[in-house]
């Protein structure tokens, strides 16, 4: 199945370099398959759901106050930088995850977010702005883990000079607002392709596409419209580069998007039309 192979790809990505993603959200149950992708991952310290403040941030230590004369401090979780793991993502609090969030924000930790909801629950947006990369492994049994290389899920290998244009315009077409998305798509590229030992490609844009957007894309992009010429009119003018781009880029969408996520796109947007006219 492709979507472990991503999953995989996901996961080495975060192990490279946790922080600057902000972390992993993993839709999925727990059970064996959930499982087999957290030993790929960092090593995280687990965050109890209903954690305060005082194991998060730290407190006085009473006892060893009193023991040496002198105000001692007993350490936080967030004292020490690394990554995090959060079960049940989607009941977390949102005035744990305002502090989680900045947590983040400061770049001295990674998120593991375990989000087991089935549409009822939802994480707080404080966590999904922050965390790039999402994978989805519902549905996905043993048999289903098999790893396949970055070239046979995304074959296009020409170089991108400019991924923040690439990744910016992706994100714009899929009707993304957010401007954290395409900032963390274009990271995820940039470690993809330094595991590579490469310049950014297509593939690696595709691939945070598939991890960063996709996720939170609220349309299809829409095909570009040949605008009607008569047939004694003189060719158009070369395309400019914004054009072309934006070509481009429409091509790597709907080739990197997996189809179930495209047909659930336009169910949403025939749903949202017929809600509309009604």
Not at 50 to 68: H, M
Not at 99 to 118: K, N, P, V, Y
Not at 138 to 146: E, I, P, R
Request: aromatic letters at 2%; charged letters at 25%; hydrophobic letters at 50%.
């Amino acid at each position: 199945m492709t979507r472990w192979a991503v999953a995989v790809l996901a996961a080495r990505c975060l192990a490279h370099d946790p922080a600057a993603l902000g972390g992993l959200r993993i839709v999925a149950r727990a059970g064996p398959v959930r499982d087999s992708l957290l030993t790929l991952l960092p090593a995280a310290r687990k965050l109890p759901l209903g954690v305060g403040d005082a194991a998060l941030f730290g407190d006085l230590d009473l006892a060893a106050t009193l023991a040496a004369g002198r105000p001692v401090r007993r350490p936080g979780l967030l004292d020490t930088p690394g990554p995090l793991r959060l079960p049940s993502a989607e009941r977390c609090a949102p005035d744990l995850a305002a502090r989680l969030g900045t947590a983040l924000d400061a770049g001295r930790h990674a998120l593991i977010a375990l989000d087991e909801g089935d549409g009822a629950e939802a994480m707080p947006t404080a966590l999904i702005e922050r965390i790039g990369p999402v994978v989805d492994l519902d549905g996905l049994a043993l048999a289903d883990l098999t790893e396949a290389p970055l070239a046979d899920l995304y074959p296009a290998a020409a170089h991108v000079p400019d991924p923040t244009a690439h990744l910016t315009a992706a994100a714009a077409l899929l009707g993304i607002a957010s401007l954290r998305a395409p900032i963390l798509a274009e990271r995820l590229a940039r470690i993809a392709a330094a595991l590579d030992g490469t310049p950014v490609t297509e593939a690696h844009c595709a691939l945070a596409t598939e991890l960063v957007l996709a996720p939170r894309a609220t349309r299809l992009p829409a095909e570009p419209e040949e605008p009607d010429r008569p047939d004694d009119a003189p060719p158009p003018e070369e395309q400019s580069e914004t054009e072309r781009l934006e070509d481009r880029v429409l091509d790597a969408i709907r080739s990197a998007l997996p189809p179930d996520l495209l047909a659930s796109l336009a169910t949403r947007a025939t749903a949202a039309r017929g809600t509309g006219a009604g």
